[in-house]
């Protein structure tokens, strides 16, 4: 079941971590990966997102990195970890487990909000894609949530495949917003996005886009979530 760690910086030394996509990935990797891990897997069981502190009770950013499988890895938080060539101290972190049954018996949702907060863009007909068609995010996100979520997922392939046509975009206001990683440019987009289902979706259906939806807080949306990329705030 998902496993999630929180790490408080005590400052943001050079350029803001949270434009840092790939430093953001090497320390997910040096936590959470072992010598034996594939780094090159096509669907990667960990995500990462860099915020600020809440509340502002650290001068630095927050790190937060998921394991969306079983078992986690035995994580060690260093004191201070490496970010570049700095050492920042860690000022404070916690750890949470969030069982997928919950997320599979939350109540039925009709209309979720993501707040997109660092770009997302997918990869569709071997191209970027920076925009949330319904389709390919719902798509996007059945495919990782059953290769991670182990047995008995809430839904099937086939499923998945008709959720993915009955979701629609019932409003948005998101912008593009240009990033760099693996040493060149991309472009994703930032913003909200409302996804809607029609009030008469058979309830499986249903509850498999509120399981997806709440999913997608977890694992990010997209392309390069290990890198802090795609990451989603949902509200009901």
């Keep these: 079941m998902p496993t999630r760690w929180t790490i408080d910086l005590a400052e943001d030394p050079g350029d803001p971590l949270h434009t840092r996509y790939d430093a953001v990935h090497g320390i997910a990797c040096a936590l959470l990966e072992h010598p034996h891990s594939d780094h090159t897997a096509t669907t990667k069981p960990f995500a990462a997102r860099v915020t600020p502190t809440p509340g502002g009770l650290a001068a630095g950013p927050r790190i937060t990195l998921t394991w969306l499988t079983d078992p986690p890895p035995a994580?060690?938080?260093?004191?201070?970890?490496?970010?570049?060539?700095?050492?920042?101290?860690?000022?404070?972190?916690?750890?949470?487990?969030?069982?997928?049954?919950?997320?599979?018996?939350a109540p039925v949702a009709y209309r979720v909000r993501f707040d997109v907060t660092s770009p997302a863009v997918f990869h569709h007909h071997g191209r970027d894609y920076p925009l949330p068609d319904p389709h390919i995010t719902y798509t996007s996100l059945a495919?990782?949530?059953?290769?991670?979520?182990?047995?008995?997922?809430?839904?099937?392939?086939?499923?998945a495949r008709?959720?993915?046509?009955?979701?629609?975009?019932?409003?948005?206001?998101?912008?593009?917003?240009?990033?760099?990683?693996?040493?060149?440019?991309?472009?994703?987009?930032?913003?909200?996005?409302?996804?809607?289902?029609?009030r008469d979706t058979?309830?499986?259906?249903?509850?498999?886009?509120?399981?997806?939806s709440l999913f997608a807080g977890l694992a990010g949306l997209g392309r390069g979530t290990t890198h802090g990329l795609g990451a989603v705030t949902v509200t009901r």
């Design 162 to 198: 008709e959720l993915a046509k009955t979701v629609t975009v019932r409003d948005h206001d998101i912008r593009t917003r240009p990033f760099t990683w693996h040493g060149r440019v991309s472009v994703g987009f930032t913003g909200t996005v409302t996804f809607h289902i029609p």
């Design 202 to 212: 058979p309830h499986p259906l249903a509850a498999a886009f509120t399981t997806l």
């Design 143 to 159: 495919r990782r949530y059953l290769a991670l979520r182990g047995p008995t997922p809430a839904l099937t392939p086939e499923q």
């Design 75 to 105: 994580v060690t938080i260093p004191a201070a970890l490496p970010v570049g060539p700095w050492r920042v101290p860690v000022v404070a972190t916690g750890q949470e487990i969030i069982p997928y049954p919950a997320l599979e018996a």
